[in-house]
Nanobody
Framework: QVQLVESGGGLVQAGGSLRLSCAAS????????MGWFRQAPGKEREFVAA????????FYAASVKGRFTISRDNANSAVYLQMNSLKPADTAVYYC???????????????????WGQGTQVTVSS
């Protein structure tokens, strides 16, 4: 059974930075796409960022573009999310997601990902 394990969440003041990490247990998989979603209390899960296998193509939600950077390490089946200039509105549980198939038309939809981590809490205080 493939597992995705996130780490790096925590409490930070507004304007601060955090780096989330996610490692997949099945390193032999070719994860065509890896991404991050988040869910705040009382809200639906929303897309944050995604990156394709080559690492050359990245996608960001408008709310995080310019502040967050997604990257990946294929040798270790890992994906990272560097979060800078954090705002209280970024407070949420952040989920790592991955899939063996990439579809540019649907990659912002959580249904396009078959594998998920358990989530890590990010809290930004004002």
């Amino acid at each position: 059974q493939v597992q995705l394990v996130e780490s790096g969440g925590g409490l930070v003041q507004a304007g601060g930075s955090l780096r989330l990490s996610c490692a997949a247990s099945a390193r032999a998989f070719r994860w065509s796409v890896m991404g991050w979603f988040r869910q705040a209390p009382g809200k639906e899960r929303e897309f944050v960022a995604a990156i394709t296998w080559s690492g050359e193509t990245t996608f960001y939600a408008a709310s995080v573009k310019g502040r967050f950077t997604i990257s990946r390490d294929n040798a270790n089946s890992a994906v990272y999310l560097q979060m800078n200039s954090l705002k209280p509105a970024d407070t949420a549980v952040y989920y790592c997601a991955a899939d063996k198939v990439f579809n540019e038309a649907t990659h912002r939809n959580s249904a396009a990902y078959g594998y998920w981590g358990q989530g890590t809490q990010v809290t930004v205080s004002s």
